[in-house]
């Protein structure tokens, strides 16, 4: 069955730190993979999603992150936090054959501070 | 372009009333999604409507729940009876294009309902 775990419910950074958010996956078939943002009282955004192509995709808001199969991981990254990123973070899975149905992980609430 | 939109925002209602959920997706979209996030747990998938007709329902909880899409256009979620166990915050969801995969799936504000 397909799974998301991503690790740490919250993270803090200073602003103009490294973002690192961590997502892995289980999948017995080749995945598609996502990464949300949902600010407050907005809905889900989509930051970026991997299809197959390169790895290493880019994403709004100056986010990117590396498919790993190796490691069964898609981490969400940024090199310097901004006080706007302050959100909760979701990472998802889907796979052919799944009619599109998104598998999330239980979500990563973003903390910016001065 | 308008957006996926959902009624009410919030909704608080007794143990055994009824509530029913309304979504309105983007202009065109086949695809529609009702997700539902049950206390700070992740997102799970209810069901996916292709136009009118339910291509997958298998998050459906139980028979409380029932969901419709007339005429492949709005969509609308019944609660009945509600339980405390069904609060939480109902998404849905709409994208583009029947079977493909890699369509992104657009979401609405969501609804919280509270069930007291």
């Known amino acids: 069955a397909q799974s998301v775990t991503q690790l740490g419910s919250h993270v803090s950074v200073s602003e103009g730190a490294l973002v690192l958010l961590r997502c892995n996956y289980s999948s017995s078939v080749p995945p598609y993979l996502f990464w949300y943002v949902q600010y407050p009282n907005q809905g889900l955004q989509l930051l970026l999603k991997?299809?197959?192509?390169?790895?290493l995709v880019k994403g709004i808001n100056g986010f990117e992150a590396e498919f790993k199969k190796s490691e069964t991981s898609f981490h969400l990254t940024k090199p310097s936090a901004h006080m706007s990123d302050a959100a909760e973070y979701f990472c998802?899975?889907?796979?052919?054959?799944?009619?599109?149905?998104?598998?999330f992980g239980a979500g990563t609430r973003l903390a910016v501070h001065p | 372009e308008a957006g996926v939109t959902q009624f009410p925002s919030h909704s608080v209602i007794e143990k055994g009333q009824t509530v029913t959920l309304r979504c309105d997706p983007i202009s065109g979209h086949d695809n529609l999604y009702w997700y539902r996030r049950v206390m700070g747990k992740e997102i799970k998938f209810l069901l996916h409507?292709?136009?009118?007709?339910?291509?997958?329902e298998s998050g459906m909880p139980n028979n409380r729940f029932l969901a419709e899409r007339t005429g492949g256009t709005y969509s609308t979620l019944k609660v009945q009876p509600a339980e405390l166990e069904d609060s939480g915050v109902y998404f849905c969801?709409?994208?583009?294009?029947?079977?493909?995969?890699?369509?992104?799936?657009?979401f609405g504000p969501g609804t919280r309902l509270t069930v007291l």
């Open positions: 969801a709409s994208s583009q294009v029947v079977q493909r995969v890699i369509d992104t799936q657009y």
């Open positions: 991997y299809t197959s192509a390169a790895t």
């Open positions: 409507f292709v136009k009118e007709s339910k291509q997958d």
């Open positions: 998802a899975v889907s796979f052919s054959g799944g009619y599109n149905k998104l598998i």
